[in-house]
Nanobody, 125 residues
């Protein structure tokens, strides 16, 4: 029902910034809650941030609070993750996810039905 494609990942030095984008295609984008997860090598998926359908409520994992900002532009069917003050421990594959049902943060991977392919973010020391 919805396809998600992430972009914007890359290599950045510690303290730098990146903005990830998640382009959604399909019907009724505004009916989906959106989230970002990340997975570092050998580790489980970690909830990064979530945003409700309206975009008025946002939530963040403890490790990124104050540094990352999630937003959405429903007119463009796009969700963003602005990442500032990046740290080496932020290195991971970042995934965009969508679901019609809201999962109370910190959400689990199984609580989201639709996923993008992921984009690699590497933060060097």
């Amino acid at each position: 029902q919805v396809q998600l494609v992430e972009s914007g990942g890359g290599l950045v030095q510690a303290g730098g910034s990146l903005r990830l984008s998640c382009a959604a295609s399909g019907r009724a984008f505004t009916s989906y809650n959106m989230a970002w997860f990340r997975q570092a090598p050998g580790k489980e998926h970690e909830f990064v941030g979530g945003i409700r359908r309206s975009g008025t409520s946002t939530y963040y994992g403890d490790s990124v609070k104050g540094r990352f900002t999630i937003s959405r532009d429903n007119a463009k069917n796009t969700v963003y993750l602005q990442m500032n003050s990046l740290k080496p421990e932020d290195t991971a594959v970042y995934y965009c996810a969508a679901d019609r049902r809201w999962a109370s943060p910190p959400a689990r991977r199984s609580e989201y039905d639709y996923w993008g392919q992921g984009t690699q973010v590497t933060v060097s020391s």
